[in-house]
C-alpha cells in the first residue's frame, strides 16, 4: 500500500469534523512529501530538533503538531512556527510556551494533556490541577497562549472497554470545561485523542483530531521509538 492509499482508508473511516494529524517522527522528508502530494497538511512530530529541521526543509504551508513531550529549554526553537502543541502538561511549560510566544509576536494554541491511561509512564494534568491553575493569578497574566482543547493517550491494551472508558473520561473532563472556565471560549474546541491502534474508539468518544502514525506511514524502527 502507498502512503496516499493509506490516507484515503483512514480518511474514509473520519467524520468531517475530525481532523487527521499525519504523525510523521522518525520518518525522512521524502515520505512526508508523499503525503504533501497527496494533499495532507497537518503533521505531527513529537521531538523539537526533528520538527525544526523538517520545517526547514519542507514546503510552508504545513501545519506543524508537536505532539510529544516538550522541555521548556527547547520551546525556543519552535514557538515561530509551530501550529498547536498538543502535550502541555505543567504551568510552568505553558509560561515558558507564553514568554517564547512574545518574543515571536504570536499566540500559540495549546492543548492540556491530561492523564487518562493506567500506565505510571504516561504524562499529562489531573483534572483536579487544570482546574486549581485556571483559577490562579498567574494563569491570567499568559497573554500569548490560547487553550484551544485537550489531549490525552490511552492504555496500550487489547481491552476495548477500558480505552473506551479513557477517552469518555477526557470527553468528560472536556466537556465541563467548556460548558465552565471556557464557556465564553469558542477556541476551546479540540479533543485530540486517538492513534493507530485506537483512534476508532477515539472517535465513538467524540474525538475532533486524530494522530496517526504507523498505519500511514508503516511501523517505526524500534531503535527511534521514544
Ligand atoms: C507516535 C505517536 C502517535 C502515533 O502513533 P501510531 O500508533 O504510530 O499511530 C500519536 N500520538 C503520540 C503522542 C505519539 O507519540
Known amino acids: 500500500m502507498s502512503i496516499a492509499e493509506n490516507i484515503d482508508i483512514v480518511k474514509a473511516n473520519l467524520p468531517a469534523h475530525v481532523q487527521l494529524i499525519a504523525v510523521s517522527k522518525t520518518k525522512p522528508a521524502a515520505l512526508l512529501m508523499e503525503a504533501y502530494a497527496h494533499g495532507q497538511r497537518a503533521f505531527g512530530e513529537n521531538k523539537v530538533q526533528e520538527l525544526a529541521w523538517k520545517f526547514e526543509e519542507l514546503p510552508k504551508d504545513i501545519e506543524w503538531h508537536f505532539i510529544g513531550h516538550m522541555q521548556t529549554n527547547k520551546v525556543k526553537y519552535i514557538a515561530p512556527f509551530v501550529h498547536l502543541i498538543h502535550g502541555v502538561d505543567s504551568y510552568k511549560l505553558l509560561k515558558t510556551i507564553d ?23 504516561k504524562f499529562g494534568f489531573s483534572i483536579a490541577e487544570v482546574t486549581e491553575m485556571l483559577q490562579s493569578d498567574k494563569f491570567h497574566l499568559l497573554k500569548n497562549i490560547q487553550i484551544s482543547g485537550v489531549m490525552g493517550m490511552a492504555t496500550y491494551t487489547d481491552d ?22 471556557f464557556a465564553d471560549q469558542p477556541e ?14 477515539a472517535i465513538e468518544e467524540g474525538s475532533t483530531m486524530v494522530r496517526i502514525g504507523s498505519t500511514i506511514f508503516g511501523e517505526r524502527s524500534y531503535n527511534s521509538e521514544t
Not at 103 to 120: D, G, S, T, V
Not at 188 to 201: A, H, N, P, V
Open 99 to 121: 514568554a517564547e510566544a512574545k518574543k515571536a509576536n504570536r499566540i500559540i494554541p495549546c492543548l492540556l494533556q491530561f492523564h487518562i491511561a493506567e500506565e505510571e509512564t
Open 160 to 181: 476495548e472497554t477500558q480505552i473506551h472508558k479513557e477517552f469518555a473520561c477526557l470527553k468528560y473532563y472536556f466537556d465541563g470545561l467548556k460548558s465552565g472556565y
Open 188 to 201: 476551546f474546541k479540540e479533543i485530540s485523542m486517538g492513534m493507530s491502534g485506537d483512534y476508532l474508539i
